[in-house]
């Protein structure tokens, strides 16, 4: 007797003007406008929001936790890349 | 202590009161709803448009209030049915979810564009209309759209929501009897709106042979005497208590 | 609003894998895990579990205050309430995604509640009676459930944490309304006053059983602990809470129904009576006073809707259909 599936949504709220849209969570309905409605009633209650993205769970493109290694840790030695590698005197200030 | 009051009615405050009722009997209906929507997040919205209602009649209780000397409560607690002069339409009862929608897109369809047109003016409602037609905006837009989606769904689905604007349109028309000092919205323009929505919607707008009125006087269908003895019971069996 | 009562883990199988010991290792250094992230089943399993059955008790838990929207005494008091049923909502709606991301569908999840086969915080079986039960609820029942609720945001899961932390935020109003709702009562006639005094001698117990049963009789929660899906021991939040609210109800001036209540000089905690276990026990194992139509209640909800769900997906179909026989219109 379980129900059709309806498709889930993941929403993304921009706070304030000035920032970017962050994730903040999912809804489920049949459509997008539907899906616009739902994010609007559960997620912007409190004034959280100036602006909402939808988008298709399923769209979601996610790398895979078993890559983490080849995909993230081949960076953590390029320290040349971070300010702090560098020595810039004290008296010369802020740079 | 103050059980029953009467209000003496300034044209103002039966303005007031009028716009008041409609928005809290059908934030009231909207409210049944809750923990048994059809679908989680339905839930949370009616809840939402249940709320924005309820925040209208608390500012139009209190305009209405300091013309008669009256707390909101003391208005939306203490007046016997025959003083509610909210429309029949709002205190139908909630029948299936088409029903629910049906009764508030077609008070929506009317009632954003009454706040719209009465922000427009320097009467003393402008503040209120302004902040509600925003609310009512969002009220069209959601029922219209789930319209839409129940017309345009199943067979079972179309047929629930032309029944339910079958039942509810015989009282449409009392939408559009004057009150005191209020701009008036042409049936045409609310006509033609809901005309484009049940186009979309695949359904179609009954004519039905005749129309009820009498909310306005006092006059009501049976529904609205229990939902007013379930909402005002606390307040009536502690007569003069604070909450 | 939650129940450590819940909180049971699967017994921990093989343990000793590799993957094992490197996810455990995690864990201890208070890394969180994620959803695509290797775990161990049992794992899975309990946090389907318990957060499927967090996010029941929020659905079901709108029933018991649900019961008193339509009859509130204020209209300020009417949408406090409403918002505040209606956050329960949300924060089901928050869990069962949290939980969905393990693997699990909200419908499925749903099914086993509606079977009978899904536990939810045995509480809200207890009838709300009167509008003093509004009150004892926002501070009781929600007062326990923030005990138990704030540790979960540290939740070794992400989605449950983080699921937790915006619940946490937007409960911090339900006890308050609570609280005032009694004081007002308590400051009122000494008919209000009476209503605030029952409420409290029918919730008190309850309430206290909402954190599970005794550590000493407790056989689950080595493993949660050990996952840092669990933080705290029953007793030891239970002891949190009355410590917490002993003060609150001497404010009101109300008595708590236990004979055997005293500070203790020494500890300066309050010690509690004997519990009636036996009553925990069967309201638990579906005993409870509005359990049949608790359940009855939410299959009519989703029994009614299935037409609802149907058009919705119906119409969501025909659109896509017109809109890929033809492209250029918008559907």
């Given at each position: 007797m379980s129900t059709p599936a309806t498709p889930l949504w993941e929403v993304f709220i921009r706070s304030r003007s000035g920032l970017a849209h962050r994730h903040v969570g999912s809804v489920h309905a049949a459509d997008a406008t539907l899906a616009m409605q739902a994010a609007r009633d559960v997620y912007t209650r409190r004034g959280e929001g100036l602006s909402v993205w939808i988008v298709p769970s399923n769209a979601i493109i996610a790398s895979d936790p078993a890559d983490k290694e080849m995909m993230f840790e081949p960076t953590a030695s390029k320290i040349y890349r971070h300010p702090t590698f560098y020595e810039v005197p004290d008296e010369v200030g802020h740079m | 202590m103050t059980t029953t009051i009467t209000v003496a009615a300034t044209p103002l405050a039966r303005l007031a009161l009028a716009r008041a009722d409609d928005a809290l009997i059908l934030g009231h209906r909207l409210s049944e709803w809750c923990g048994h929507a059809p679908i989680l997040e339905e839930d949370l919205s009616l809840a939402n448009i249940a709320l924005d209602l309820i925040g209208q009649a608390r500012s139009l209780y209190t305009l209405a209030g300091a013309v008669t000397g009256h707390t909101e409560d003391q208005l939306a607690y203490l007046?016997?049915?025959?003083?509610?002069?909210?429309?029949?339409?709002?205190?139908?009862?909630?029948?299936?979810?088409?029903?629910?929608?049906?009764?508030?897109?077609?008070?929506?369809?009317?009632?954003?564009?009454?706040?719209?047109?009465?922000?427009?003016?320097?009467?003393?409602?402008?503040?209120?209309?302004?902040?509600?037609?925003?609310?009512?905006?969002?009220?069209?837009?959601?029922?219209?759209?789930?319209?839409?989606?129940?017309?345009?769904?199943?067979?079972?689905?179309?047929?629930?929501?032309?029944?339910?604007?079958?039942?509810?349109?015989?009282?449409?028309?009392?939408?559009?009897?004057?009150?005191?000092?209020?701009?008036?919205?042409?049936?045409?323009?609310?006509?033609?709106?809901?005309?484009?929505?049940?186009?979309?919607?695949?359904?179609t707008r009954p004519s039905p042979a005749w129309q009820h009125n009498g909310g306005r006087a006092g006059r009501h269908t049976e529904h609205l005497g229990h939902l007013l003895a379930e909402m005002q019971h606390l307040q009536r069996t502690h007569p003069g208590a604070t909450w | 609003m939650y129940s450590q009562g819940l909180n049971q883990s699967d017994p921990s199988s093989a343990h000793t894998s590799p993957e094992a010991a490197r996810f455990q290792a995690r864990i201890d250094a208070e890394d969180k895990i994620e959803p695509n992230d290797w775990m161990p089943e049992a794992y899975r399993r309990t946090l389907i579990r318990q957060i499927s059955q967090h996010a029941h008790s929020e659905i079901v838990g709108m029933l018991p205050e649900g019961n008193w929207i339509t009859r509130a005494p204020s209209l300020r008091r009417k949408a406090a309430l409403l918002a505040k049923v209606q956050d329960e909502g949300g924060h089901g709606l928050y869990l069962y995604a949290a939980a969905e991301t393990l693997g699990a569908s909200r419908e499925e999840l749903v099914d086993q509640l509606l079977a009978g086969k899904a536990k939810y915080s045995s509480i809200f079986n207890y009838p709300t009676l009167t509008w003093a039960d509004i009150g004892a609820i926002g501070w009781l029942v929600d007062g326990a459930a923030i005990m138990n609720q704030i540790p979960l945001c540290r939740c070794s899961f992400g989605p449950y944490a983080r699921a937790m932390i915006r619940v946490c935020k937007e409960e911090s109003f339900h006890q308050r309304q609570g609280y005032e709702i009694m004081l007002t009562l308590c400051r009122?006639?000494?008919?209000?006053?009476?209503?605030?005094?029952?409420?409290?001698?029918?919730?008190?117990?309850?309430?206290?059983?909402?954190?599970?049963?005794?550590?000493?009789?407790?056989?689950?929660?080595?493993?949660?602990?050990?996952?840092?899906?669990?933080?705290?021991?029953?007793?030891?939040?239970?002891?949190?809470?009355?410590?917490?609210?002993?003060?609150?109800?001497?404010?009101?001036?109300?008595?708590?129904?236990?004979?055997?209540?005293?500070?203790?000089?020494?500890?300066?905690?309050?010690?509690?009576?004997?519990?009636?276990?036996?009553?925990?026990?069967?309201?638990?194992?579906?005993?409870?006073?509005?359990?049949?139509?608790?359940?009855?209640?939410?299959?009519?909800?989703?029994?009614?809707?299935?037409?609802?769900?149907?058009?919705?997906?119906?119409?969501?179909?025909?659109?896509?259909?017109?809109?890929?026989?033809?492209?250029?219109?918008?559907?």
């Open positions: - | 007046r016997d049915e025959r003083q509610f002069s909210n429309l029949l339409l709002v205190e139908q009862p909630n029948g299936d979810f088409a029903l629910t929608i049906a009764r508030l897109f077609l008070y929506s369809a009317y009632i954003d564009p009454y706040w719209r047109a009465l922000g427009a003016t320097d009467s003393a409602l402008s503040d209120i209309a302004a902040k509600a037609e925003k609310e009512s905006g969002y009220h069209l837009r959601h029922s219209a759209e789930w319209l839409i989606r129940l017309g345009d769904g199943t067979e079972e689905s179309h047929r629930r929501a032309q029944s339910a604007l079958d039942r509810l349109f015989p009282f449409t028309a009392e939408m559009f009897d004057p009150l005191p000092d209020d701009v008036a919205i042409d049936p045409a323009d609310w006509t033609a709106e809901v005309d484009t929505i049940l186009t979309h919607a695949t359904l | 009122g006639t000494p008919a209000q006053k009476a209503m605030a005094q029952d409420a409290l001698d029918r919730w008190w117990w309850p309430c206290l059983m909402m954190f599970g049963p005794p550590d000493s009789a407790s056989q689950h929660s080595d493993t949660s602990m050990q996952w840092k899906i669990k933080r705290f021991t029953n007793d030891g939040l239970r002891q949190k809470f009355i410590d917490a609210t002993v003060p609150q109800g001497l404010h009101l001036g109300l008595a708590f129904p236990d004979p055997d209540m005293r500070q203790n000089a020494a500890t300066g905690h309050w010690e509690h009576g004997a519990i009636d276990w036996d009553e925990f026990k069967r309201v638990v194992a579906g005993g409870g006073f509005c359990a049949a139509e608790r359940l009855e209640a939410r299959r009519k909800a989703h029994d009614a809707g299935a037409w609802v769900r149907d058009a919705a997906a119906a119409h969501a179909a025909k659109r896509a259909a017109r809109q890929a026989a033809n492209p250029r219109i918008a559907a």
